[in-house]
């Protein structure tokens, strides 16, 4: 059958800037993908990498597709193509299909039930206390993440550590994220340090996406979760046994990553990429679908950090006429 892909860009600021050891987000900007069949019914997906060179990338290749295909078409094309963008068109073909198959109901997501992701703008420990006070009276998660290494804190995140170990309760989890902004001394330093913390759920790739022999030697003393190198280096996916982050916005086709969720011995984590509604609807089902696998954990799903809006609406069309 004969497809047509339309798209429409769209843009939005986050509530507030990210800063990590790689660079400061504050905007996120990309594409949304309309697919229609000649019937009339309409798939939705969204493109947006977070490395801005990437986008000119997936519009090429987009290109290179054509506007007017077929599914076997871009079917073919998917594996080869960015996570970005495998993403977007594995979303609307899915859309597609589930007219015919039925198979896909999504699922939403409580984002409270989320891990609480620090501000990366101020001493967290301060925002660590306000949320323990909220989250005593309206049941959230207990697990918060803590993004280090940023290239703009003035704080020495050593005696932070300290700060937040004494303040934090024995029933909270910590997961501290370098953003592979370590060394392997200062992993070193860390690992030595937090060894024995029971409340450290993981450390998120502590050493930069490419140094592989010095990440698994380094899981060897201390739970690490892998991130950046998944999307650099996609077969470590099925290698690498302990946590695994995934940010389904990046990973590619989504309809692969749901199957691979659902495998008995998944340690996986789903993870925002700060999507549009269209994009949420899959970050949401996946992050459903993993809290009722063999190894729950509270997805990373940044609540507050996207704005509200028509943008962010669970339904597509909506989103579509509001980009
Ligand atoms: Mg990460």
Redo the contacts with the bound molecule.
Sequence with gaps: MKLIINIKPFSFQLTRKLITSQGIIHNKIGFLLQIKDSDGNCGWGEVSPIEKNELKECIESLNFIGRITTKDSIENYLCELPGALSFGLGASLADLENLSIRQLDFEGFDITESSYLLPTDIDPSESIVKYLDRSNKEKSSRTIKW?VSNQENNFNEEKTLQKILNILPKNFKLRI?P?GGWSRQKAQEWSSELKNETRLQWI??PLPSKDIEGLFSLANQIPI?L??SLIEFPYLRKIWKSWQ?RRPALDGDPRLLLKELEKEDSRMVI?TAFETGIGRRWINHLAARQVKGKNPCAP?LAPGWCPKGPLFDNNPKSVWGAA
């Design positions: 993004k994220d953003n998120e790739q979760a991130d950046e982050i993870s990373g």
